[in-house]
């Protein structure tokens, strides 16, 4: 039985409030000069190999297939008959898509961030990863928390320091088995400069990129 809970402040999730808005199903959330420190610049590009290695010299490989600034919608919930919900209103958002190395061949192998203006003042990550050990909690399938406002620490990685990171943690001391192989990460370490440099698993395996 899973036990763990998202730990990060889940009463942000998509918590964007358009009916604070005169027609709020025209709510356009655009990102800002204000936002820009805060989405991944020219540090990844698509084709990049980013490769993270644990303690026990195991590494993992991951291919950036695609990196675009999008223009996303809340909906409310579908219909019975299947229908789109009430549009609520529309965000910018800034969407990485990594490729699993090791395999290749399936199209869900991925690790995937999205950076989303989710009100007019508000930014959240949003991630899926295929090695993630805690069920996805919003509709979309992406676990989710606020960037701003956000606690971040410093960490130190390969003798490099990174000013701005952002812990997610599932607190599920279990596997899920779910799929093709065992999902163990239950901690991942989000740079907001950089993206995602290191995640740990519920091995005691600490991996940290070496790019």
């Not at 204000?34 to 195991?58: H, M």
């Not at 919900?85 to 969407?95: H, I, T």
């Not at 989000?190 to 600490?206: L, R």
Request: glycine share 8%; hydrophobic share 35%.
């Amino acid at each position: 039985m899973k036990k763990g809970l998202f730990l990060l402040i889940t009463g942000l999730l998509f918590s964007c409030s358009p009916q604070e808005h005169e027609g709020y199903e025209d709510a356009y959330y655009r990102f800002e000069n204000a936002d820009k420190p805060y989405l991944l610049g020219d540090v990844i590009s698509k084709g990049d190999i980013i490769s993270y290695k644990n303690q026990d010299d195991e590494l993992l490989s991951y291919k950036v297939i695609s990196k675009a600034k999008v223009k996303d919608a809340v909906r409310g919930p579908g219909t019975f008959s299947g229908g789109l919900g009430v549009l609520e209103n529309y965000f910018d958002s800034q969407q990485t898509v990594m490729q699993s190395q090791s395999f290749p061949d399936d199209n869900n192998a991925l690790l995937r961030i999205h950076v989303d203006k989710f009100s007019d003042t508000g930014l959240r990550i949003g991630f899926n990863f295929n090695l993630w050990n805690y069920p996805y909690i919003d509709l979309n399938g992406y676990q989710a928390a606020a960037v701003r406002p956000m606690p971040m620490v410093k960490m130190q990685v390969n003798g490099h320091t990174y000013e701005k990171v952002i812990v997610l943690a599932s607190a599920n001391t279990e596997a899920d088995l779910d799929g093709n192989y065992p999902r163990k990460v239950n901690k991942l370490y989000y740079d907001v400069d950089n993206g995602v440099i290191g995640f740990d698993d519920i091995d005691g395996k600490e991996w940290r990129i070496v790019n």
